[in-house]
Nanobody, 124 residues
Framework: QVQLVESGGGLVQAGGSLRLSCAAS????????VGWFRRAPGKEREFVAG????????NYADSVKGRFTISKDNAKNTVDLQMNSLKPEDTAVYYC????WGSGDKYESMYHSWGQGTQVTVSS
């Protein structure tokens, strides 16, 4: 299985930006769709964004559409999540996950490998 490591989390003021990165070790990302999910305190984990194994057809939750952008770089073996216009309600632990030959689906059950997560805190 691929090992995933998220980075780029931190503390930012509302309206600010952060760029999260998901790196794979042990295997190439080229055959994997990647999804970003998040879990806010006291809430269920939810889908944020996904991208197909080809690096096309990005898929976003309605709550982040127009603010977040997911991108896949097979040469660098990374998937990034650019987060702009951050809101306090974006505060959560963010996880990346992989789905072999997938489409970047919003369903957690489609993903087989998960990172440990990175904390994003947005202050008001």
């Amino acid at each position: 299985q691929v090992q995933l490591v998220e980075s780029g989390g931190g503390l930012v003021q509302a309206g600010g930006s952060l760029r999260l990165s998901c790196a794979a070790s042990g295997r190439s990302f080229s055959s994997y769709a990647v999804g970003w999910f998040r879990r806010a305190p006291g809430k269920e984990r939810e889908f944020v964004a996904g991208i197909s194994w080809r690096g096309s057809s990005p898929n976003y939750a309605d709550s982040v559409k127009g603010r977040f952008t997911i991108s896949k770089d097979n040469a660098k073996n990374t998937v990034d999540l650019q987060m702009n216009s951050l809101k306090p309600e974006d505060t959560a632990v963010y996880y990346c996950a992989t789905d072999t030959w997938g489409s970047g689906d919003k369903y957690e059950s489609m993903y087989h490998s998960w990172g440990q997560g990175t904390q994003v805190t947005v202050s008001s």
